[in-house]
């Protein structure tokens, strides 16, 4: 094996990546409303053990607690997702709790000198939406233009990195035609459709 020293380019980050539906947990509380997976969980043999994200890795309340081991850890960046359903529950008016939870996020990472990386929608459309058409209806789209520009509104002064859409090609085919992400269909068409409907 090779003991020669490793160097990485100048400006690379080290850095760690997770999705709000994964580890935030609190899926009901101070005004979180049904996702896609949330309603996707419920549905019998769709999830390995029925296994939900209720709980997951309660991150909603640990955040400091993670922040602090991500420190201990020596990451530089953070990649988070903010939940759709948090910040404007069944796509509606804006949660000020939701919006408080990824103010109070963000500035612990600054604190701890890593750097905050938003995705804006890592699959969790909020079920309200999906029960209107999802991202089958081009109204989804005007109702994801809205809740970024909210976020943007409250994180746009000490978040500088965004990502609109984690992996495109999951929240539309393989949730609309694949059928094994939420919302679970199986249709050809509506995987197209919701493939181009995202801005």
């Not at 809740?147 to 999951?170: F, I, K, Q």
Request: with cysteine.
């Amino acid at each position: 094996m090779s003991t020669t020293p490793r160097t990485f380019p100048d400006g690379f980050l080290f850095g760690a990546a997770t999705a709000a539906f994964q580890i935030e947990g609190a899926a009901h509380e101070d005004g979180r409303r049904d996702s896609i997976w949330d309603a996707f969980c419920r549905v019998p043999g769709a999830v390995i053990n029925g296994d939900d994200g209720e709980v997951a890795t309660d991150h909603y309340h640990r955040y400091a607690g993670d922040v602090a081991l991500m420190k201990r850890l020596g990451l530089q960046t953070y990649r988070f997702s903010t939940s759709w359903s948090r910040v404007r529950p069944d796509g509606g008016p804006v949660n000020p709790a939701g919006i408080d939870f990824y103010q109070r996020l963000v500035d612990e990472l600054l604190d701890a000198d890593i750097l905050p990386w938003l995705t804006l929608y890592h699959w969790d459309l909020p079920q309200a939406l999906q029960e209107k058409g999802g991202w089958t209806n081009r109204d989804t789209a005007d109702r994801f233009t809205e809740y970024a520009l909210d976020m943007h509104d409250a994180l746009g002064d000490r978040v500088s990195v965004w990502t609109t859409l984690n992996e495109p090609w999951c929240s539309s085919f393989l949730s609309y035609t694949a059928g094994i992400h939420a919302p679970g269909h199986y249709s050809a068409g509506e995987g197209v459709a919701a493939a181009h409907r995202p801005p």
